[in-house]
Structure formats: structure tokens, C-alpha cells
């Protein structure tokens, strides 16, 4: 069985870090790419981050490029989102989502639970 | 950046009936070189996370009932549910996977008249 566990979240100041992870289990992490997804309180969906599977080719939206950073660990079937200068609007459920392939996008066939993110003074 | 657009916003129907949910994006989303719409659509019910119901368009996910189903190409697509469940009761998303940022729809939300 597919999981993917979240973890990492919290309360943060304005301005500060925090580095989220994702345990994978279940499936060959290495073959497949990873997803960063964040959906704030009562709001709609919004595509954060995407990793190949071996880490040579990253993609973030505009929204956060330049202060997150994605990555994987094949070693240790886990994905990262290292998340720095946090800013209000970035408060949000934080989702890890698996690929259905590894070098291509072509969905998101399966989620984990998330971590909540709140920026907050 | 490719803008996704959803409408309507939310639409109610009556057990058994038809829902149709449109999605147009403000490029083309058909690949050339597999002829192929990267083009998928979800399903989200409160609590949960997202749901892959539809791939590339109009390939149905492994599992998915039957009464889904996907369809258009280029810039304009449909979620069809043929006969409304009341497990069917979420919001549905649309995202595209042609090119980066992968932008998702606004969501529609369906509910039971």
C-alpha cells in the first residue's frame, strides 16, 4: 500500500525557515517524480514544487521560487521542501503527492494527509 | 504561465442525474509528439486530500466507477458524472501537466439539489 507521510509543519514568524519532509513506503521511490502542493484554509489548490526522479530536474511556481527549495533523498525514500523568508500567504496545508512517472508529469496518483504551515507573528 | 479556468463555480443535480463540469486552459495542453492532452482532473471531498479521477484527459485512473469520464482536447475539456452518487458530493479540480507551473483550476463544487 501506497503512503505518504507528512511531517515538519508548525507555527513560524514571518520571515523565519522551516523544512517540511515526506516519508514515502509502498512503491519504488526512485522511479517516479514527487509534488509539493498547498492548499491554504478554505481555499482552492495551488502547485508548489516537482522533483524528477533522481533530483536533476526541479520546477517551483513563481509564487515561491527563490526561497523554497526541493529535494529527495532515494536512500531514504523521502522527499524535502525546504522552506525559507515564510510569509503570511504562504500559511497553507502542505501536501506531498506522488508522480504516476518519473521523469514526465502526468498526475498526482496519490496524497498524503499534509502538514499544516502557519506564518504568523 | 497557462491560466486554467473552471465553470460554473458550483452546480447542484439531483441524484441519478447528469453533472458536467467545464475546464478551459488558456493555451493548448495537446503534446505534438504523443498527441496526448496533459490535462487531469480530481476530485476532493472536505477532509480529504485530492482524488486522481482522469489522465491525459480522458484515461480514467485504476479503480475509478465508470460513471466518470473525461473528455475534450486543446484548450477545452469536460467532467462528466453520468448519474450523480451522493458519495459524489466535493469539489473537482482541473490541472495541467503541459508545461511549468502546473496550475490547477479554481474547483467547482457539486452538490445534491
Known amino acids: 500500500e501506497v503512503q505518504l507521510v507528512e511531517s515538519g509543519g508548525g507555527l513560524v514568524q514571518p520571515g523565519r525557515s522551516l523544512r517540511l519532509s515526506c516519508a514515502a513506503s509502498?512503491?519504488?521511490?526512485?522511479?517516479?517524480?514527487m509534488h509539493w502542493v498547498r492548499q491554504a484554509p478554505g481555499k482552492g489548490l495551488e502547485w508548489v514544487s516537482v522533483?524528477?526522479?533522481?533530483?536533476?530536474?526541479?520546477d517551483y511556481a513563481d509564487s515561491v521560487k527563490g526561497r523554497f527549495t526541493i529535494s529527495r533523498d532515494n536512500a531514504k525514500n523521502s522527499l524535502y521542501l525546504q522552506m525559507n523568508s515564510l510569509r503570511a500567504e504562504d500559511t497553507a496545508l502542505y501536501y506531498c503527492?506522488?508522480?504516476?512517472?518519473?521523469?514526465?508529469?502526468?498526475?498526482?496518483?496519490?496524497w498524503g494527509q499534509g502538514t499544516l504551515v502557519t506564518v504568523s507573528s | 504561465d497557462i491560466v486554467m479556468t473552471q465553470s460554473p463555480d458550483s452546480l447542484a443535480v439531483s441524484l441519478g442525474e447528469r453533472a458536467t463540469i467545464n475546464c478551459k486552459s488558456s493555451?493548448?495542453?495537446?503534446?505534438?509528439?504523443?498527441?496526448?492532452?496533459?490535462l487531469v482532473w480530481y476530485q476532493q471531498k472536505p477532509g480529504q486530500p485530492p482524488k486522481l479521477l482522469i489522465y491525459?484527459?480522458?484515461t480514467r485512473e485504476s479503480g475509478v466507477p465508470d460513471r466518470f469520464s473525461g473528455s475534450g482536447s486543446g484548450t477545452d475539456f469536460t467532467l462528466t458524472i453520468s448519474s450523480l452518487q451522493a458519495e459524489d458530493v466535493a469539489v473537482y479540480y482541473c490541472?495541467?501537466?503541459?508545461?511549468?507551473?502546473?496550475?490547477f483550476g479554481p474547483g467547482t463544487k457539486v452538490d445534491i439539489k
Open positions: 522533483i524528477n526522479w533522481n533530483g536533476a530536474r526541479v
Open positions: 490541472q495541467h501537466f503541459y508545461s511549468s507551473p502546473l496550475t
Open positions: 493555451q493548448s495542453l495537446l503534446h505534438s509528439s504523443n498527441n496526448k492532452n496533459y
Open positions: 491525459w484527459a480522458s
Open positions: 509502498g512503491f519504488t521511490f526512485d522511479n517516479y517524480a
Open positions: 503527492a506522488k508522480d504516476k512517472d518519473g521523469s514526465g508529469w502526468y498526475g498526482l496518483d496519490y
